[in-house]
Protein backbone atom coordinates (compact mmCIF):
# COMPACT_ATOMS: atom_id res chain seq x y z
CA UNK A 1 0.00 0.00 0.00
CA UNK A 2 2.69 2.38 0.59
CA UNK A 3 4.37 1.64 -2.24
CA UNK A 4 1.02 2.08 -4.52
CA UNK A 5 1.10 5.73 -2.34
CA UNK A 6 4.83 6.28 -3.04
CA UNK A 7 3.48 5.83 -7.05
CA UNK A 8 0.82 7.47 -7.10
CA UNK A 9 2.14 10.89 -5.50
CA UNK A 10 5.43 10.59 -7.70
CA UNK A 11 3.11 10.69 -10.99
CA UNK A 12 0.98 13.26 -9.20
CA UNK A 13 3.63 15.65 -8.98
CA UNK A 14 5.43 14.63 -12.21
CA UNK A 15 1.80 15.79 -13.82
CA UNK A 16 1.63 19.06 -11.82
CA UNK A 17 5.07 19.94 -12.37
CA UNK A 18 4.58 19.69 -16.34
CA UNK A 19 1.42 21.84 -16.12
CA UNK A 20 3.29 24.67 -14.93
CA UNK A 21 5.89 24.37 -17.98
CA UNK A 22 3.44 25.90 -20.98
CA UNK A 23 3.44 25.27 -24.16
CA UNK A 24 4.88 27.31 -26.68
CA UNK A 25 2.95 29.88 -28.33
CA UNK A 26 2.53 32.49 -31.39
CA UNK A 27 3.96 29.13 -33.54
CA UNK A 28 4.43 30.14 -37.33
CA UNK A 29 5.50 27.47 -39.56
CA UNK A 30 6.28 28.82 -43.19
CA UNK A 31 7.41 26.61 -46.19
CA UNK A 32 9.78 28.01 -48.46
CA UNK A 33 11.52 25.95 -51.29
CA UNK A 34 14.09 23.64 -49.48
CA UNK A 35 13.31 24.57 -45.74
CA UNK A 36 10.52 25.14 -43.33
CA UNK A 37 11.04 27.91 -40.72
CA UNK A 38 9.30 27.32 -37.11
CA UNK A 39 9.28 30.27 -35.11
CA UNK A 40 7.86 30.48 -31.50
CA UNK A 41 7.16 32.58 -28.59
CA UNK A 42 7.74 31.42 -24.78
CA UNK A 43 7.13 32.74 -21.66
CA UNK A 44 9.48 31.00 -19.77
CA UNK A 45 13.38 31.32 -19.47
CA UNK A 46 16.02 28.90 -20.07
CA UNK A 47 14.08 26.56 -22.12
CA UNK A 48 14.69 24.05 -24.57
CA UNK A 49 12.64 22.71 -27.31
CA UNK A 50 12.66 19.91 -29.69
CA UNK A 51 11.21 19.60 -32.80
CA UNK A 52 9.54 16.63 -34.46
CA UNK A 53 8.09 16.09 -37.95
CA UNK A 54 6.21 13.67 -39.68
CA UNK A 55 7.06 13.66 -43.07
CA UNK A 56 4.07 10.86 -43.82
CA UNK A 57 0.72 12.68 -43.08
CA UNK A 58 1.04 12.30 -39.38
CA UNK A 59 1.46 8.95 -39.54
CA UNK A 60 4.81 9.10 -37.62
CA UNK A 61 7.42 11.53 -36.18
CA UNK A 62 10.99 11.91 -36.16
CA UNK A 63 13.12 14.14 -34.23
CA UNK A 64 14.57 16.96 -36.20
CA UNK A 65 16.64 19.26 -33.76
CA UNK A 66 16.95 20.38 -29.91
CA UNK A 67 17.70 23.98 -29.90
CA UNK A 68 17.31 27.11 -27.08
CA UNK A 69 16.67 29.18 -29.80
CA UNK A 70 13.06 30.37 -30.62
CA UNK A 71 13.51 29.38 -34.04
CA UNK A 72 14.64 26.70 -36.36
CA UNK A 73 15.00 25.94 -40.18
CA UNK A 74 14.75 23.14 -41.42
CA UNK A 75 16.02 21.48 -44.91
CA UNK A 76 13.84 18.41 -45.53
CA UNK A 77 14.72 15.10 -47.05
CA UNK A 78 14.55 15.43 -51.01
CA UNK A 79 11.40 12.62 -51.08
CA UNK A 80 9.53 15.84 -48.94
CA UNK A 81 10.13 18.83 -51.86
CA UNK A 82 6.51 19.60 -52.54
CA UNK A 83 4.12 18.35 -49.88
CA UNK A 84 3.10 19.71 -46.57
CA UNK A 85 5.23 19.05 -43.39
CA UNK A 86 3.67 18.54 -39.64
CA UNK A 87 5.82 19.48 -36.81
CA UNK A 88 5.40 19.38 -33.26
CA UNK A 89 7.21 21.60 -30.85
CA UNK A 90 8.02 20.47 -27.03
CA UNK A 91 9.90 23.06 -24.58
CA UNK A 92 11.51 21.24 -21.88
CA UNK A 93 13.97 21.85 -18.80
CA UNK A 94 15.02 19.84 -16.11
CA UNK A 95 13.82 16.46 -17.87
CA UNK A 96 10.47 17.40 -18.03
CA UNK A 97 8.37 18.02 -20.73
CA UNK A 98 5.54 20.61 -21.95
CA UNK A 99 2.51 19.52 -24.20
CA UNK A 100 3.56 19.75 -28.01
CA UNK A 101 2.30 22.37 -30.29
CA UNK A 102 1.50 21.76 -34.22
CA UNK A 103 2.25 23.45 -36.90
CA UNK A 104 2.08 22.51 -40.51
CA UNK A 105 4.37 24.26 -43.83
CA UNK A 106 4.16 23.77 -47.45
CA UNK A 107 6.80 23.18 -49.00
CA UNK A 108 7.14 23.54 -52.82
CA UNK A 109 9.51 24.31 -55.59
CA UNK A 110 9.70 28.33 -56.41
CA UNK A 111 10.55 30.23 -59.38
CA UNK A 112 14.18 31.99 -59.87
CA UNK A 113 12.50 35.37 -58.81
CA UNK A 114 10.97 33.55 -55.86
CA UNK A 115 14.31 32.30 -54.57
CA UNK A 116 16.04 35.84 -55.38
CA UNK A 117 13.14 37.37 -53.42
CA UNK A 118 13.62 34.47 -50.35
CA UNK A 119 17.02 35.43 -50.23
CA UNK A 120 17.26 39.50 -49.90
CA UNK A 121 14.07 38.87 -47.30
CA UNK A 122 16.40 36.37 -45.15
CA UNK A 123 19.18 38.83 -45.76
CA UNK A 124 17.13 42.14 -45.23
CA UNK A 125 16.22 40.44 -41.35
CA UNK A 126 20.40 41.28 -40.54
CA UNK A 127 19.37 44.97 -40.51
CA UNK A 128 15.90 44.26 -38.91
CA UNK A 129 16.26 41.93 -36.24
CA UNK A 130 19.64 41.88 -36.10
CA UNK A 131 20.25 45.46 -35.73
CA UNK A 132 21.62 47.43 -33.10
CA UNK A 133 18.81 47.74 -30.47
CA UNK A 134 18.97 51.26 -29.43
CA UNK A 135 20.37 52.91 -32.24
CA UNK A 136 19.08 51.18 -35.12
CA UNK A 137 22.16 51.30 -37.18
CA UNK A 138 23.78 47.81 -38.57
CA UNK A 139 26.04 45.36 -35.99
CA UNK A 140 29.81 45.20 -37.68
CA UNK A 141 28.76 41.57 -37.47
CA UNK A 142 26.62 39.07 -35.72
CA UNK A 143 26.78 36.29 -33.28
CA UNK A 144 30.28 38.07 -31.10
CA UNK A 145 28.55 40.25 -28.62
CA UNK A 146 29.59 43.62 -27.78
CA UNK A 147 27.88 47.01 -29.49
CA UNK A 148 29.90 47.73 -32.04
CA UNK A 149 28.22 48.79 -35.04
CA UNK A 150 30.01 49.96 -38.18
CA UNK A 151 28.88 53.12 -40.58
CA UNK A 152 29.02 51.53 -43.71
CA UNK A 153 27.12 48.42 -43.10
CA UNK A 154 24.34 51.30 -41.89
CA UNK A 155 24.50 53.12 -45.44
CA UNK A 156 23.55 49.83 -46.98
CA UNK A 157 20.80 49.21 -44.34
CA UNK A 158 19.54 52.36 -45.45
CA UNK A 159 18.85 51.11 -49.25
CA UNK A 160 17.93 47.73 -47.57
CA UNK A 161 15.22 49.57 -45.83
CA UNK A 162 14.31 51.06 -49.54
CA UNK A 163 13.94 47.54 -50.92
CA UNK A 164 11.73 46.22 -47.78
CA UNK A 165 9.71 49.15 -48.18
CA UNK A 166 9.01 48.20 -51.54
CA UNK A 167 8.65 44.55 -51.35
CA UNK A 168 6.53 44.75 -48.04
CA UNK A 169 8.83 42.79 -45.82
CA UNK A 170 7.92 45.00 -43.10
CA UNK A 171 5.20 47.56 -42.56
CA UNK A 172 5.87 50.48 -44.15
CA UNK A 173 4.93 52.77 -41.91
CA UNK A 174 7.52 50.81 -39.48
CA UNK A 175 10.03 50.57 -41.62
CA UNK A 176 10.04 54.57 -42.22
CA UNK A 177 9.99 55.18 -38.59
CA UNK A 178 13.14 52.86 -38.41
CA UNK A 179 14.47 54.82 -41.32
CA UNK A 180 14.19 58.01 -39.30
CA UNK A 181 16.12 56.35 -36.31
CA UNK A 182 19.04 55.60 -38.27
CA UNK A 183 19.31 58.73 -39.32
CA UNK A 184 18.63 60.12 -36.00
CA UNK A 185 21.34 57.76 -34.87
CA UNK A 186 24.22 59.22 -37.34
CA UNK A 187 23.28 62.20 -37.06
CA UNK A 188 23.80 62.07 -33.24
CA UNK A 189 27.23 59.68 -33.59
CA UNK A 190 30.81 61.51 -33.32
CA UNK A 191 31.56 62.86 -36.61
CA UNK A 192 35.14 64.54 -37.94
CA UNK A 193 34.29 66.98 -40.09
CA UNK A 194 31.15 65.67 -41.22
CA UNK A 195 32.82 62.02 -41.49
CA UNK A 196 31.58 59.09 -39.87
CA UNK A 197 34.09 56.64 -38.41
CA UNK A 198 34.46 53.12 -39.48
CA UNK A 199 33.33 51.86 -36.53
CA UNK A 200 31.36 53.51 -33.40
CA UNK A 201 29.48 51.98 -30.05
CA UNK A 202 26.38 52.12 -31.09
CA UNK A 203 25.52 53.11 -27.06
CA UNK A 204 27.23 55.65 -26.72
CA UNK A 205 27.98 57.08 -30.56
CA UNK A 206 31.58 57.64 -30.10
CA UNK A 207 33.68 56.33 -32.43
CA UNK A 208 35.19 52.48 -31.49
CA UNK A 209 38.87 52.86 -33.21
CA UNK A 210 39.24 50.38 -36.56
CA UNK A 211 42.95 50.23 -35.76
CA UNK A 212 45.66 52.50 -33.57
CA UNK A 213 45.66 55.69 -35.39
CA UNK A 214 42.41 54.59 -37.43
CA UNK A 215 40.09 56.76 -34.67
CA UNK A 216 38.28 59.45 -36.23
CA UNK A 217 36.98 59.74 -39.69
CA UNK A 218 36.81 57.22 -42.25
CA UNK A 219 35.77 59.01 -45.71
CA UNK A 220 35.33 55.52 -47.97
CA UNK A 221 32.70 54.48 -45.49
CA UNK A 222 30.88 57.93 -45.07
CA UNK A 223 30.59 57.40 -48.89
CA UNK A 224 28.71 54.29 -48.40
CA UNK A 225 26.62 56.32 -45.73
CA UNK A 226 26.15 59.32 -48.64
CA UNK A 227 25.30 56.38 -51.12
CA UNK A 228 22.06 55.43 -48.65
CA UNK A 229 21.42 59.25 -48.03
CA UNK A 230 20.59 60.17 -51.53
CA UNK A 231 18.84 57.01 -51.36
CA UNK A 232 16.49 57.74 -49.09
CA UNK A 233 16.03 61.37 -49.69
CA UNK A 234 14.80 60.10 -53.21
CA UNK A 235 12.68 57.48 -52.48
CA UNK A 236 10.72 58.41 -49.81
CA UNK A 237 8.97 61.32 -51.25
CA UNK A 238 5.57 61.26 -49.44
CA UNK A 239 4.03 64.35 -47.50
CA UNK A 240 3.75 62.58 -44.37
CA UNK A 241 5.74 63.99 -41.50
CA UNK A 242 7.83 60.80 -41.25
CA UNK A 243 8.71 61.14 -44.67
CA UNK A 244 8.86 64.81 -44.51
CA UNK A 245 11.78 64.25 -41.77
CA UNK A 246 13.80 61.29 -43.37
CA UNK A 247 14.48 63.92 -46.69
CA UNK A 248 15.36 66.62 -44.46
CA UNK A 249 17.55 65.14 -42.04
CA UNK A 250 19.62 62.77 -45.02
CA UNK A 251 19.85 66.29 -46.78
CA UNK A 252 21.46 67.80 -43.69
CA UNK A 253 23.65 65.02 -43.11
CA UNK A 254 24.99 64.77 -46.57
CA UNK A 255 25.50 68.56 -46.95
CA UNK A 256 27.45 68.35 -43.65
CA UNK A 257 30.38 66.27 -45.00
CA UNK A 258 33.29 67.91 -45.65
CA UNK A 259 35.10 66.21 -48.53
CA UNK A 260 37.56 68.70 -49.40
CA UNK A 261 38.94 68.44 -45.66
CA UNK A 262 39.81 65.43 -46.77
CA UNK A 263 42.35 66.49 -49.19
CA UNK A 264 44.97 67.20 -46.74
CA UNK A 265 44.97 70.89 -47.62
CA UNK A 266 45.27 71.50 -51.32
CA UNK A 267 46.58 68.15 -52.55
CA UNK A 268 44.71 66.23 -55.96
CA UNK A 269 44.33 63.51 -53.66
CA UNK A 270 41.83 62.29 -50.96
CA UNK A 271 42.74 60.43 -47.67
CA UNK A 272 41.40 57.67 -46.33
CA UNK A 273 41.86 58.77 -42.73
CA UNK A 274 41.47 61.94 -40.56
CA UNK A 275 41.32 62.01 -36.82
CA UNK A 276 41.15 65.05 -34.18
CA UNK A 277 44.21 62.58 -32.17
CA UNK A 278 46.19 61.61 -35.28
CA UNK A 279 45.46 63.68 -37.94
CA UNK A 280 46.39 62.45 -41.31
CA UNK A 281 49.03 60.19 -39.77
CA UNK A 282 47.49 57.21 -41.48
CA UNK A 283 48.61 58.90 -44.53
CA UNK A 284 46.33 56.35 -46.90
CA UNK A 285 45.79 58.08 -50.15
CA UNK A 286 42.76 56.87 -51.77
CA UNK A 287 43.66 55.56 -55.62
CA UNK A 288 42.08 53.30 -57.92
CA UNK A 289 41.60 50.67 -58.67
CA UNK A 290 39.36 49.89 -55.12
CA UNK A 291 35.80 49.77 -53.99
CA UNK A 292 36.14 53.64 -53.33
CA UNK A 293 34.72 55.10 -56.88
CA UNK A 294 31.84 56.01 -55.41
CA UNK A 295 34.31 58.01 -53.07
CA UNK A 296 35.15 60.59 -55.54
CA UNK A 297 31.90 60.60 -57.25
CA UNK A 298 30.34 61.43 -53.90
CA UNK A 299 33.00 64.00 -53.22
CA UNK A 300 32.65 65.61 -56.58
CA UNK A 301 28.42 65.67 -55.90
CA UNK A 302 28.60 67.76 -52.44
CA UNK A 303 26.38 70.86 -52.82
CA UNK A 304 28.96 72.11 -50.09
CA UNK A 305 32.31 70.91 -49.75
CA UNK A 306 32.95 69.37 -53.47
CA UNK A 307 36.02 68.93 -55.19
CA UNK A 308 37.55 69.72 -58.60
CA UNK A 309 37.88 67.27 -61.44
CA UNK A 310 41.92 67.03 -61.13
CA UNK A 311 41.13 65.45 -57.72
CA UNK A 312 39.74 62.92 -59.51
CA UNK A 313 42.39 62.68 -62.65
CA UNK A 314 45.30 63.06 -60.31
CA UNK A 315 44.53 61.10 -57.64
CA UNK A 316 41.97 58.30 -58.16
CA UNK A 317 43.00 57.99 -61.62
CA UNK A 318 46.70 58.73 -61.00
CA UNK A 319 46.59 60.59 -64.30
CA UNK A 320 45.51 58.17 -66.20
CA UNK A 321 48.07 55.26 -65.14
CA UNK A 322 45.50 53.49 -63.40
CA UNK A 323 44.13 52.01 -66.74
CA UNK A 324 46.29 48.97 -67.60
CA UNK A 325 44.23 46.66 -70.50
CA UNK A 326 45.27 42.95 -69.70
CA UNK A 327 43.20 39.47 -70.82
CA UNK A 328 42.21 36.80 -68.52
CA UNK A 329 40.10 33.90 -70.23
CA UNK A 330 39.36 36.05 -73.25
CA UNK A 331 38.03 38.74 -71.23
CA UNK A 332 39.51 41.94 -71.56
CA UNK A 333 39.79 44.45 -68.48
CA UNK A 334 40.91 47.65 -68.01
CA UNK A 335 41.10 48.45 -64.31
CA UNK A 336 40.40 45.34 -62.45
CA UNK A 337 43.49 43.84 -60.76
CA UNK A 338 45.23 40.91 -62.60
CA UNK A 339 42.37 38.06 -62.75
CA UNK A 340 40.08 40.24 -61.02
CA UNK A 341 40.77 41.38 -57.76
CA UNK A 342 38.47 40.75 -55.11
CA UNK A 343 34.12 41.42 -56.32
CA UNK A 344 33.39 43.50 -53.89
CA UNK A 345 34.87 46.51 -55.27
CA UNK A 346 32.30 45.88 -57.66
CA UNK A 347 29.97 46.35 -55.93
CA UNK A 348 30.32 48.35 -52.89
CA UNK A 349 30.30 51.58 -55.13
CA UNK A 350 27.30 50.10 -57.26
CA UNK A 351 24.20 49.76 -54.91
CA UNK A 352 22.97 52.99 -56.57
CA UNK A 353 25.66 54.44 -59.08
CA UNK A 354 24.04 52.27 -62.26
CA UNK A 355 27.22 50.80 -63.98
CA UNK A 356 24.71 50.65 -67.06
CA UNK A 357 25.99 53.13 -69.82
CA UNK A 358 28.55 54.56 -67.51
CA UNK A 359 31.47 55.87 -69.00
CA UNK A 360 34.31 57.96 -68.77
CA UNK A 361 37.80 58.78 -70.24
CA UNK A 362 39.11 55.60 -68.20
CA UNK A 363 36.80 53.13 -69.03
CA UNK A 364 33.22 51.37 -69.99
CA UNK A 365 31.76 50.38 -66.33
CA UNK A 366 29.82 47.99 -67.20
CA UNK A 367 31.89 46.31 -69.91
CA UNK A 368 34.50 46.50 -67.05
CA UNK A 369 32.19 44.51 -63.99
CA UNK A 370 30.71 41.91 -66.79
CA UNK A 371 33.93 40.87 -67.63
CA UNK A 372 35.51 40.84 -64.56
CA UNK A 373 32.99 38.94 -62.82
CA UNK A 374 33.41 36.12 -65.70
CA UNK A 375 37.15 35.77 -65.15
CA UNK A 376 36.11 34.87 -61.85
CA UNK A 377 33.65 32.20 -63.28
CA UNK A 378 36.04 31.04 -65.35
CA UNK A 379 38.54 30.79 -62.44
CA UNK A 380 36.36 28.47 -60.57
CA UNK A 381 35.66 26.34 -63.44
CA UNK A 382 39.25 25.86 -64.43
CA UNK A 383 40.69 25.94 -60.14
CA UNK A 384 44.18 26.51 -61.56
CA UNK A 385 45.00 26.24 -57.41
CA UNK A 386 43.27 23.00 -57.15
CA UNK A 387 40.78 23.86 -54.28
CA UNK A 388 38.38 22.05 -52.96
CA UNK A 389 34.48 22.69 -54.40
CA UNK A 390 35.06 25.36 -57.08
CA UNK A 391 32.81 24.92 -60.02
CA UNK A 392 30.62 26.66 -62.41
CA UNK A 393 27.58 26.88 -59.80
CA UNK A 394 29.94 27.48 -56.85
CA UNK A 395 32.75 30.44 -56.97
CA UNK A 396 33.40 33.98 -55.96
CA UNK A 397 35.93 35.20 -54.26
CA UNK A 398 35.44 38.44 -52.13
CA UNK A 399 36.45 40.28 -48.99
CA UNK A 400 35.15 38.13 -46.27
CA UNK A 401 36.15 36.10 -42.90
CA UNK A 402 38.13 32.50 -43.47
CA UNK A 403 39.29 29.96 -41.45
CA UNK A 404 42.47 32.13 -40.54
CA UNK A 405 40.71 35.69 -40.00
CA UNK A 406 39.18 38.15 -42.37
CA UNK A 407 40.97 39.29 -45.71
CA UNK A 408 40.13 40.08 -49.11
CA UNK A 409 40.43 36.85 -51.16
CA UNK A 410 41.01 37.25 -55.04
CA UNK A 411 41.88 34.85 -57.45
CA UNK A 412 45.39 33.18 -57.48
CA UNK A 413 47.01 36.38 -55.03
CA UNK A 414 44.87 35.76 -52.57
CA UNK A 415 42.60 32.47 -52.60
CA UNK A 416 43.24 29.48 -49.46
CA UNK A 417 39.66 28.30 -50.86
CA UNK A 418 37.51 30.44 -49.08
CA UNK A 419 34.20 31.05 -51.25
CA UNK A 420 32.33 33.96 -50.13
CA UNK A 421 28.28 33.90 -51.25
CA UNK A 422 27.76 37.32 -51.40
CA UNK A 423 30.29 37.68 -54.03
CA UNK A 424 28.24 35.83 -56.08
CA UNK A 425 24.67 37.03 -54.92
CA UNK A 426 26.18 40.40 -55.87
CA UNK A 427 26.78 39.84 -58.90
CA UNK A 428 23.88 39.16 -60.16
CA UNK A 429 23.53 41.77 -62.23
CA UNK A 430 26.46 41.18 -64.18
CA UNK A 431 26.56 37.72 -64.53
CA UNK A 432 22.90 36.29 -63.78
CA UNK A 433 22.79 33.21 -65.09
CA UNK A 434 25.74 32.15 -63.49
CA UNK A 435 25.07 34.11 -60.40
CA UNK A 436 21.33 31.94 -60.14
CA UNK A 437 23.20 28.86 -60.17
CA UNK A 438 25.34 29.47 -57.43
CA UNK A 439 22.51 30.96 -55.10
CA UNK A 440 20.77 27.51 -56.20
CA UNK A 441 23.57 25.38 -55.27
CA UNK A 442 24.47 27.92 -52.06
CA UNK A 443 20.65 27.49 -51.24
CA UNK A 444 19.02 23.64 -52.72
CA UNK A 445 22.54 21.78 -52.55
CA UNK A 446 24.20 23.15 -49.16
CA UNK A 447 21.35 24.83 -47.77
CA UNK A 448 21.75 23.08 -44.11
CA UNK A 449 25.07 24.23 -44.00
CA UNK A 450 25.29 27.06 -45.42
CA UNK A 451 22.03 29.11 -44.35
CA UNK A 452 20.66 30.27 -41.65
CA UNK A 453 18.10 33.15 -40.18
CA UNK A 454 19.57 35.89 -42.57
CA UNK A 455 20.29 34.17 -45.20
CA UNK A 456 23.40 32.70 -46.63
CA UNK A 457 26.57 32.68 -44.15
CA UNK A 458 29.64 34.72 -44.20
CA UNK A 459 31.78 32.31 -45.90
CA UNK A 460 33.04 28.32 -46.18
CA UNK A 461 36.13 26.64 -47.13
CA UNK A 462 35.80 22.66 -48.45
CA UNK A 463 39.67 22.13 -47.62
CA UNK A 464 39.03 22.94 -44.43
CA UNK A 465 35.77 21.77 -43.78
CA UNK A 466 35.36 24.78 -42.47
CA UNK A 467 31.76 27.38 -42.60
CA UNK A 468 31.01 30.39 -40.34
CA UNK A 469 27.86 30.37 -39.48
CA UNK A 470 27.65 34.04 -38.81
CA UNK A 471 27.25 37.11 -40.92
CA UNK A 472 28.99 40.66 -41.58
CA UNK A 473 26.71 43.70 -42.46
CA UNK A 474 29.05 44.87 -45.27
CA UNK A 475 28.56 41.21 -47.21
CA UNK A 476 24.54 40.99 -46.65
CA UNK A 477 23.91 44.65 -47.17
CA UNK A 478 25.01 44.03 -51.29
CA UNK A 479 22.88 41.21 -51.79
CA UNK A 480 20.10 43.07 -50.59
CA UNK A 481 20.79 45.96 -52.67
CA UNK A 482 22.48 43.91 -55.74
CA UNK A 483 19.83 41.18 -56.22
CA UNK A 484 17.22 43.90 -56.43
CA UNK A 485 18.90 46.55 -58.88
CA UNK A 486 19.07 42.50 -60.99
CA UNK A 487 14.92 42.37 -60.64
CA UNK A 488 13.98 46.00 -60.72
CA UNK A 489 16.29 48.72 -61.52
CA UNK A 490 15.21 50.04 -57.97
CA UNK A 491 18.36 51.30 -55.90
CA UNK A 492 20.01 52.77 -59.47
CA UNK A 493 17.19 54.56 -60.60
CA UNK A 494 16.19 56.08 -56.98
CA UNK A 495 19.74 56.83 -56.72
CA UNK A 496 20.76 58.52 -60.60
CA UNK A 497 17.70 60.63 -60.34
CA UNK A 498 19.51 62.50 -57.73
CA UNK A 499 20.17 66.28 -58.97
CA UNK A 500 23.29 66.71 -56.75
CA UNK A 501 24.63 62.72 -57.46
CA UNK A 502 24.41 64.49 -61.74
CA UNK A 503 26.15 67.36 -61.14
CA UNK A 504 28.97 65.17 -59.56
CA UNK A 505 28.75 62.92 -62.62
CA UNK A 506 28.98 65.87 -64.64
CA UNK A 507 31.72 67.89 -63.65
CA UNK A 508 33.93 64.47 -63.77
CA UNK A 509 33.10 63.85 -67.44
CA UNK A 510 30.65 60.99 -67.11
CA UNK A 511 28.30 59.46 -70.01
CA UNK A 512 25.49 57.95 -67.87
CA UNK A 513 21.84 56.90 -68.20
CA UNK A 514 19.03 58.18 -65.93
CA UNK A 515 16.07 56.36 -65.59
CA UNK A 516 13.08 57.28 -63.87
CA UNK A 517 11.05 54.01 -64.58
CA UNK A 518 11.50 51.13 -61.84
CA UNK A 519 10.88 47.71 -63.25
CA UNK A 520 7.73 46.30 -60.76
CA UNK A 521 6.87 43.18 -62.50
CA UNK A 522 3.26 43.65 -61.68
CA UNK A 523 0.02 41.82 -62.79
CA UNK A 524 -0.65 44.19 -66.08
CA UNK A 525 -3.95 44.67 -63.98
CA UNK A 526 -3.81 46.00 -60.33
CA UNK A 527 -5.72 42.85 -58.35
CA UNK A 528 -8.93 43.93 -56.64
CA UNK A 529 -10.31 42.26 -53.24
CA UNK A 530 -14.02 42.33 -52.22
CA UNK A 531 -15.27 42.56 -49.78
CA UNK A 532 -12.74 44.76 -47.88
CA UNK A 533 -13.06 45.06 -45.16
CA UNK A 534 -13.71 40.81 -45.23
CA UNK A 535 -14.42 38.46 -42.47
CA UNK A 536 -15.28 34.68 -43.89
CA UNK A 537 -14.08 34.68 -47.82
CA UNK A 538 -12.59 36.93 -50.24
CA UNK A 539 -13.15 36.72 -53.66
CA UNK A 540 -10.16 38.51 -55.55
CA UNK A 541 -10.53 39.93 -59.16
CA UNK A 542 -7.40 39.19 -61.42
CA UNK A 543 -8.23 40.88 -64.83
CA UNK A 544 -5.69 39.02 -67.65
CA UNK A 545 -3.94 36.69 -65.55
CA UNK A 546 -2.50 34.17 -67.33
CA UNK A 547 -3.82 30.91 -66.55
CA UNK A 548 -1.08 29.01 -67.93
CA UNK A 549 1.50 29.91 -65.29
CA UNK A 550 1.09 29.20 -61.51
CA UNK A 551 -1.39 31.42 -59.51
CA UNK A 552 -0.21 31.77 -55.80
CA UNK A 553 -1.93 33.28 -52.81
CA UNK A 554 -0.01 34.57 -50.15
CA UNK A 555 -1.22 36.68 -46.89
CA UNK A 556 1.57 38.19 -44.51
CA UNK A 557 0.77 39.92 -40.91
CA UNK A 558 2.11 43.55 -41.03
CA UNK A 559 4.88 42.38 -39.04
CA UNK A 560 6.11 40.26 -42.09
CA UNK A 561 4.71 36.96 -41.30
CA UNK A 562 2.80 34.50 -43.69
CA UNK A 563 -0.36 33.69 -42.24
CA UNK A 564 -2.16 32.18 -45.15
CA UNK A 565 -0.42 30.61 -48.67
CA UNK A 566 -2.61 28.81 -51.13
CA UNK A 567 -2.56 27.72 -54.77
CA UNK A 568 -5.10 29.48 -56.85
CA UNK A 569 -7.16 27.96 -59.60
CA UNK A 570 -9.60 30.61 -60.82
CA UNK A 571 -11.98 29.50 -64.03
CA UNK A 572 -12.47 33.22 -64.81
CA UNK A 573 -10.90 36.47 -63.70
CA UNK A 574 -11.64 35.90 -60.46
CA UNK A 575 -11.92 33.27 -57.34
CA UNK A 576 -12.76 32.96 -54.06
CA UNK A 577 -10.79 32.34 -50.97
CA UNK A 578 -11.66 31.56 -47.32
CA UNK A 579 -10.15 33.93 -44.40
CA UNK A 580 -12.15 32.88 -41.60
CA UNK A 581 -8.61 31.34 -39.90
CA UNK A 582 -7.38 34.81 -39.72
CA UNK A 583 -7.52 37.09 -36.76
CA UNK A 584 -8.88 40.59 -37.04
CA UNK A 585 -6.49 43.15 -38.12
CA UNK A 586 -4.59 44.64 -41.56
CA UNK A 587 -2.60 41.81 -43.97
CA UNK A 588 -0.68 42.39 -46.89
CA UNK A 589 -2.05 40.33 -50.26
CA UNK A 590 0.29 38.81 -52.95
CA UNK A 591 -1.03 37.25 -55.83
CA UNK A 592 2.27 35.63 -57.77
CA UNK A 593 1.63 34.60 -61.45
CA UNK A 594 4.55 33.05 -62.75
CA UNK A 595 7.54 35.85 -62.82
CA UNK A 596 5.02 38.33 -61.76
CA UNK A 597 2.96 39.81 -58.60
CA UNK A 598 0.30 41.94 -57.63
CA UNK A 599 0.06 43.95 -53.68
CA UNK A 600 -2.77 45.08 -52.26
CA UNK A 601 -4.20 45.03 -48.40
CA UNK A 602 -6.99 43.52 -46.39
CA UNK A 603 -8.56 44.27 -43.59
CA UNK A 604 -10.12 41.45 -41.78
CA UNK A 605 -12.64 42.40 -39.16
CA UNK A 606 -13.76 38.99 -37.68
CA UNK A 607 -11.64 37.26 -34.86
CA UNK A 608 -10.47 33.41 -35.34
CA UNK A 609 -12.44 31.02 -33.80
Not at 30 to 42: F, K, S, V
Not at 62 to 73: A, N, P, S, V, Y
Not at 441 to 449: K, L, Q, V
Not at 462 to 480: F, T
Request: with cysteine.
Amino acid sequence: MQGYLLTFFLSLSFHLYAEVIPPVETVIATGYDRHAELRWNHPMEGMSYKIYASFDNQETYQLRHTTGETFFLDFVPEQSHNSTIHYRIVAETAGQSSQAVEASAAIRDFTDDELMDMVQRYSFRYFWEGAHADSGMAMERSHVGGSTVASGATGMGLMAMIVAHERAYEDPEAIKERVLKMLTSLETCERHHGAWSHWYNGDTYQTQPFSTNDDGGDLVETSFVAQGLLAVRNYFLGTDNTSIQIREKATQLWEAIEWDWYRNGDQNVLFWHWSPNNHFAMNMKVFGWNEALVTYIMAAASPTHSIPKEVYEQGWARNGDMVNRRVFYTHEIFLSPNWGGPLFWLHYSHLGINPKGLTDQYADYWKEYVNTVKIHHAYAIDNPLIHNGYSEHCWGLTASDDPFGYTAHEPIYNDNGTISPTAALASMPYLPEASMKALKYFYRERGRDLFGIYGPYDAFNEKYNWVKKSYIGIDQGPIVSMIENHRSGLLWNTVMKDADLQAGLDKLGFEYVVSTSIVRPELSAQMKIYPNPASDQITLQLPNTDLSKPLVLKIYSTDGRLQLEEQLAPTGTSVSVGVSGLYAGLYLVQVFNGENYSNTKLLVQRQKK
